[in-house]
């Protein structure tokens, strides 16, 4: 499995190459600029070439780019918008030249001119910026916690922006564990997980999940408020991480920490956990190759721990399953009006 962190950039981008490496990651996320705004600093064809050579022989693939939080692709207001794709553009174009594989967008804000509306106006910044662009990068659609106005806290959500871009085949979705907790989804359940898969596949389409972002939540389940948190330490917890990174489904889909950190240890602390939790049943691939057939496959082995770990869920079920069990976002018209809080804000 591909499992890396949002590394940052301080001291250029080859700085986050050397962090990555110190974490052992064979994946990551970075920033391409500051996520609050401002100038881009600058970028040569030789540092871009150099980080890519430098990357790509540290086993560091796929490299993903978080788009800055000050975009709002869905604002109704037309000045806002236009700097929004502007800014847009021109990040898909940075990207390009960092040879990164996607760039992670959220979707925005409606500003409570409609969702229906706001949905239009992100599939329209998407086709502008894809139409004419010559790059290989893919649009990865993140999922959100649903807090205040923002957009794409369901999958059916998703499924509607990317259903109105006309190069679909170049965009795809992300979605990050604690966002999905926080929105509703029991994946913090063995059948809750399940669930929100399925559901995901009838959307949007699981073959378009390319980056999962993984953050236990500070915040209760469908709270829709965003706080992420160490894994296995919040409301999510350590027995649903380890059936969500041993699911059959997520097997090929490359893992990215987002958890707070004020020193690399954190950092070391989470990859520890999770590097626990898929310890005996899934081996990780060796740096710079693909994983294995047999890293792939579901081993005997496995099967009878997921059943081990149904009938222990099945005795002791956690304090929200009865009420989550039978819980479905429904897409559109639900409450809005709560503060967004955490590290995913979305921008005005
Ligand atoms: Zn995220
Ligand atoms: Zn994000």
Redesign the pocket.
Known sequence: MRLGVHISIAGGFLQAVARAQRLSCTTMQIFSRSPRGGAAPVLSEEEAERFDRERREAGIEPLAV?SPYILNLASPERMMWNRSLALYREEYARVGRLRAQYL?THVGSHRGQGELAGMARVAEAINRTLDGADSSVMILL?NTAGSGQGLGYTFEQLAVIRGQVEAKERVGI?L?T??LFAAGYPIHTDEGLDDALASCDRTVGLSRLRLI?L?DSKAAFNSRVDR?WHIGEGAIGVEAFRRLLNHPSLRTVPWIL?TPKKTEAEDQRNLATVRRLIGESAPRAPRGHPPSPEAQGVSPGKKAKRVLLRSRADKAPAKQNTASARFRPTGVNRGHGRQPVG??RVAA
């Open positions: 978080h992670v993140e992300c990050d604690a966002h972002h953050n992420h987002e590290l995913h």
